[in-house]
């Protein structure tokens, strides 16, 4: 079969993909370092917020290969790429489980840092629509669950290394230029103007409800009681 050039990862998807390895890379900093950086860390985490959802969107209405229904890890893909079986082009089925189970946790982190609080004086912004119990638990899963982070990235780069030095796969040059080189499959389709504007939309209205601005503000203080002037 001859070699063909077929567009492999459109632009959304790698602007999303690159965006969000240089946002966890400063929640993981600004979150070690605390301080001042607090803010930022609570910055950032409103950014990842609005890339998970954006990602979320366009796995179902942007091009081929981005979308979830392409590569959903199924029994049957799974046991054919066990067997050597398989044959495809984007996300392989372990692959997939790999790119489910970093947004999964990804957004666990946002989603749990968003009720946190540090015991001093940053709150997440929603912290006012749980208890403090509740936000205590949070902030501890929170800062738990960076550790599993820190585990399946090791993964996620583990097995970039092992594709590109022993299957002489690279799997970053399609990310970064959009094309692959391949034997089989078809250049994706999809995942227009519209599509992106929506998923665009989409994800900023979760960041504006994520920032706390739909929370009402709470009740004005009562007033000071008149003290006689005899």
Same mark, same amino acid.
């Given at each position: 079969?001859?070699?063909k ?9 790698r ?11 400063a929640?993981?900093?600004?979150? #070690?370092?605390g301080g &001042?950086?607090i +803010?930022?860390?609570g ?15 366009w796995?179902?209405?942007g091009?081929?290969y ?7 890890p ?6 054919a ?9 984007g996300? &392989?089925p ?15 982190q946002?989603?749990s840092?968003?009720?946190?609080n540090?015991?001093?004086a940053?709150?997440? /912004?929603? *912290?006012?629509l ?8 949070l902030?501890?899963?929170? #800062?738990?669950?960076? &550790? ?16 590109g030095?022993? #299957?002489?796969? &690279?799997?970053?040059?399609?990310m970064v230029r ?7 499959? +078809?250049?994706?389709?999809?995942g227009?103007l ?10 900023a209205a979760?960041? *504006? ?5 739909l929370? /009402?503000?709470?009740?004005? /203080? /009562?007033?000071?009681?008149e003290?006689?002037?005899w």
């Amino acid at each position: 079969m001859s070699v063909k050039r077929i567009r492999l990862w459109d632009l959304p998807t790698r602007l999303f993909h690159w965006l969000l390895v240089l946002a966890i890379v400063a929640s993981i900093v600004s979150g #070690k370092l605390g301080g &001042n950086l607090i +803010e930022w860390h609570g910055k950032i985490g409103l950014f990842i917020v609005g890339l998970i959802v954006f990602r979320l969107v366009w796995g179902l209405i942007g091009s081929t290969y981005a979308r979830f229904a392409q590569f959903f890890p199924t029994p049957a893909k799974l046991k054919a790429y066990l067997r050597g079986e398989w044959r495809g082009v984007g996300h &392989n089925p372990l692959g997939a489980f790999s790119v489910f189970g970093l947004l999964g946790l990804v957004g666990f982190q946002v989603v749990s840092g968003l009720f946190s609080n540090d015991d001093i004086a940053f709150v997440g /912004p929603l *912290y006012d629509l749980v208890s403090r119990d509740l936000s205590n638990q949070l902030t501890g899963l929170h #800062k738990l669950s960076t &550790n599993l982070l820190f585990a399946l990235i090791g993964l996620h780069l583990a097995a970039i290394a092992f594709y590109g030095h022993v #299957k002489k796969d &690279n799997l970053v040059k399609p990310m970064v230029r959009g094309w692959k080189e391949t034997h089989e499959g +078809e250049s994706a389709k999809g995942g227009g103007l519209v599509a992106l504007i929506v998923a665009l939309a989409i994800a900023a209205a979760a960041v *504006y409800a994520a920032s706390g601005a739909l929370i /009402p503000p709470p009740p004005p /203080p /009562p007033p000071a009681a008149e003290t006689p002037s005899w």
